[in-house]
């Protein structure tokens, strides 16, 4: 094995980490006899020779070589070398990503096309794969091949010759999964694969290889799905349920899917192969924001509504939709070598979740279906509240997550959906109420259903106010921040203990601007731990929460201790700490009265007069102070400087009209997010929506992030023409059933209250009933 390896100029070579010398010991990793050794080896392979699925000169070199490991009876764990092959080799280039490379990203593109290319060609070892003595190996085959094989009629042949003499339930759902992934990479065969689905969801065969077929028809053929999928859907679950009764604990889930095709997707939260875990860089001014600033097309200046920093223990969590945002239990002991790796994360949690189940890969064949079901929200409504209504408890879980899933992509009405989630927080299963909280947590004003749900478990778990995390601030439990974000008054209590703890949590400042007027009694207990913050480098991670909690409540009493800390802000992080206490200082209005001195000499300062004037503006009114900066502001060589010029421009109204011609330049700039600010601005100065018409239109369309902003506008000045493309637009918008910001394979903590606030901003719009003046929300 492994001949002519050490011929191979692996120095010459680079991967994610640097020089590639140590690939060879990385492959012969993957033959150790040692558990521990094979797993840092593949974890080695994952995150540095194909780290995020890129493929390097030193991927493409070990490919011989996997095949090597992958054919030969004598390694162990070859079902994960095959899945290694498959992600490897299984990137497709269609031609509109082959339109968008740019000369930077030749060779990346290249490299992509020469291990689909090299793999493909070995691809004929996965036939007699298929067969293999051990399930692991058989495991991973079909998809490979479905994957990868240049003839996709013998394959599916294959597949069908295989499934009725293949002795394991799980490699038996792996043939199906295989012919759904054909008919998708192979439309011409998706009628022949959707007639083989079709018999096999007849009642002859198990539960299981019916809903995998099910599944997979809805994936590639949901024209060809039962009417009464539903029905028929939750009668195998109850058959599942009735079928694990009997199974022993211990033969249950044998042979774990570990999945291992997106761990290059987890090693991009590492820094590097023996490095430990990162401990978050830095945000920028614009992410500390903005917790939609990671996206590239997302405002990168700021979010009004965002709770906490990016790179804070609870900030906006980003992962797979349906995946379980909850917090971990302990793992429990296995007789694996237990390795610090992700692959054996991984692994430990997959055995975690299979641990007591009578079906564990029930969840993502009903993941599956829930994706091919699509836009078919009823029936994916109506399947979720059968599962909450289940016995048992793994199937209630699951359907908690999914339900998260479909409620941050799709509109509809989840009434019954959340009360049930709501329900499951009185469960003594820990797993199962996080879950439910965490979901409700993301709904903001969806979750009212659960309201006295979440007010019981608030007071039955004063342990779960904050949590602690391992590095960073302490974080408030997601029912408390549930539970304020409905704007609840039960949440106070927990909000003001928070308060007094050693260390204020991160978000507590959000939570209590979400309350609003019930929060109020909250003001004194923020001025006091106000007054107490030290001046110093952590200034900023401290005072923060204090000052958006103040700037919530609009508490004008605290100017004193807002001042004491404008006036300190040390060096570090100090003009970020100092645009916080101008916010609060402009929200309290012209109660900041004694502050405008202070105010006035800022104009002069760089990095703070834009912040400086919006707060002067807010307090006192005074245009010909504010203006000249301003204006000044429109000039700057800083695109966030001059959109925020132009947003607080805007505020002024027809105060600023003066500076019109300046706005009318920038609706041509090349920057979407200036240009939309620019015309939001133009119309408030001006009042004439005709100007600024065309710009905002087309920003509409190409940056679906932009919306909620123009909708603002929109439903500010009002009302839109009945007969317009604005009317028009907007009513399309409330027609789609997809929410405007749903992502594939991502989601933000806020994108739920993102897409039911421009809901109702259009629906503001239409009706007429704007004019309510700058900073009200929908």
Known sequence: MFSGIDEVDWASMEHAYG??????????GLASADPAERESALDGMYGAVHHQGDVYACTLACIPFLFELAVDPAVQDRGSVVELLTSIGGFDLDEDDEAEIDEDEIEGAANYAMAAAAVTAGAGVFFELIADEDPGVRLAAPLALATLHRHPVRVLALLRERLPVEPDEEVRLALVEAAGRIALRHRPLAGRVAEWLTRLVDRVHAPGLRLAALAQLARCAPDELPR????VVSALLRELREAS???PEHERGRYERHDLHGLHDLHGLERGPGQGPDTGAEPTAAQAADPAADRSDADPVSCPDADPPVGCADADRVGCPDSDPGGCTDLPRTDQVAAPTLVGQLRALSAQESAGRGAPWAADLLRTLHVGLDDRVGDRTALLVDQLRSPDRWQRIDAVRMSGGLMRAWRGSYEELVTLVGA??????????DAASHVLEELFSLAAPAADALAARLAA????????????PPGLGSTVKALARLGDVRAVPALAAALELPEVPHDVGFAVARLGPAAQPLAGALRRRLAGVELDEGAYDRASPLLAGLTGLRAGEATPEVLRVLRGAPEYRGEWLRTAALRALGSFGPAAREAVPELRALLRRPGTA????????AVAGDREAVLPVLIEGLQSDQVHDRRAAAAALGALGPHAAVAAPR???????????????????????????????????AAWEKNRHVRVRVAECLARTGPVDPASATAQMLRAELSSVRRHNALDG???????????KLLALCRQALRGTGKTGRGSTA
């Open 19 to 28: 020089p590639a010398d140590d690939v060879p010991e990385l492959l012969r």
């Open 228 to 231: 009464d999928v539903v029905p």
């Open 245 to 247: 009764g009997g199974t």
């Open 424 to 433: 499951q927080l009185a469960d003594p299963d820990p797993r199962l109420a």
């Open 461 to 472: 778990d004063p342990g779960g106010w904050v949590k602690e995390w391992a590095s960073g």
């Open 610 to 617: 834009t912040e400086a004037a919006e707060a002067l503006w």
């Open 663 to 697: 706005l009318r330049g920038l609706l041509a700039h090349d920057e979407l997010w200036l240009r939309v600010d620019a015309a939001i601005a133009l119309r408030e100065v001006c009042g004439r929506p005709e100007e600024s018409a065309e710009v905002l239109l």
């Open 746 to 756: 991502g989601y933000g903590s806020h994108d739920t209250y993102e897409d039911e």
